[in-house]
């Protein structure tokens, strides 16, 4: 089946800083998501993005689905950025069955 | 006006004990699922209904039995609970096309219930 690899598995900034979080897949797709899962467990939906490049505040992501990755930025970090961060792409052959990744684990220092 | 809610928030049960999690979208979709999150954070689906049709049933224990009966509600009960049924149980929502055939509807999730088995 699809994989899906999240890089780097943990994070540390200073807020203000800005970072790169990676999502390589290992199958074709035709849709991505990115969520945050905040210190309270909740998911949140942070980007739909099959391919191309989309930007929300100080968030953006691109994904170059002929590559096989996706990037999501963040910049002029906030400690409110902290938590987990997932990439999910559907499995092939029919149904919106999302495989996850590991996710990447950020903490944000005052 | 929650999109995706969940009850209990909180379940915290007996080994052997037979429990319930509900789920209700208003969001009008008509696919519903639901997701295992175990301790290590690792996100995994276990079901999902389309059109109160079960239409993803993955390798997980028959003590786990899913029920949609409407397109809006999905509910998910648990028999004779065990010790490593413990995590984090997420719902979530999406309309598709074609019968939930086209992989292109973004999934909206619920907040979870934390299950813990004693």
């Known amino acids: 089946g699809i994989q899906v690899e999240q890089s780097p598995p943990d994070l540390i900034l200073q807020e203000g800083a800005n970072s790169t979080l990676r999502c390589n897949f290992s199958?074709?797709?035709?849709?991505l998501q990115w969520f945050h899962q905040n210190p309270w467990g909740q998911l949140i939906n942070l980007f739909y993005i099959p391919s191309g490049t989309k930007q929300n505040g100080r968030l953006s992501a691109t994904t170059v689905a002929t590559e096989r990755y996706s990037l999501l930025y963040i910049s002029s970090s906030q400690t409110t950025d902290s938590g987990v961060y997932f990439c999910?792409?559907?499995?092939?052959?029919?149904?919106?069955?999302?495989?996850f990744g590991a996710g990447t684990r950020l903490a944000v220092h005052p | 006006d929650t999109a995706v809610s969940q009850t209990p928030k909180y379940l915290v049960t007996q080994m052997g004990n037979d429990k319930s999690i509900k789920c209700e979208q208003n969001?009008?979709?008509?696919?519903m699922y639901w997701y295992k999150q175990d301790s290590k954070k690792f996100l995994k689906i276990m079901f999902s209904?389309?059109?109160?049709?079960?239409?993803i049933n993955e390798t997980v224990p028959n003590r786990f039995s899913p029920k949609s009966p409407d397109k809006a509600h999905l509910n998910l009960h648990i028999n004779s609970l065990e010790l490593g049924d413990s995590a984090v149980y997420f719902c979530?929502?999406?309309?598709?096309?074609?019968?939930?055939?086209?992989?292109?509807?973004?999934?909206?999730f619920g907040p979870g219930t934390r299950l813990t088995v004693l």
């Open positions: 979530a929502s999406s309309q598709s096309e074609r019968g939930g055939q086209v992989r292109t509807d973004t999934q909206y």
């Open positions: 999910a792409v559907p499995v092939s052959g029919g149904y919106n069955k999302l495989i």
């Open positions: 199958d074709s797709v035709n849709n």
């Open positions: 969001l009008g979709h008509d696919t």
């Open positions: 209904y389309n059109n109160k049709e079960l239409i």
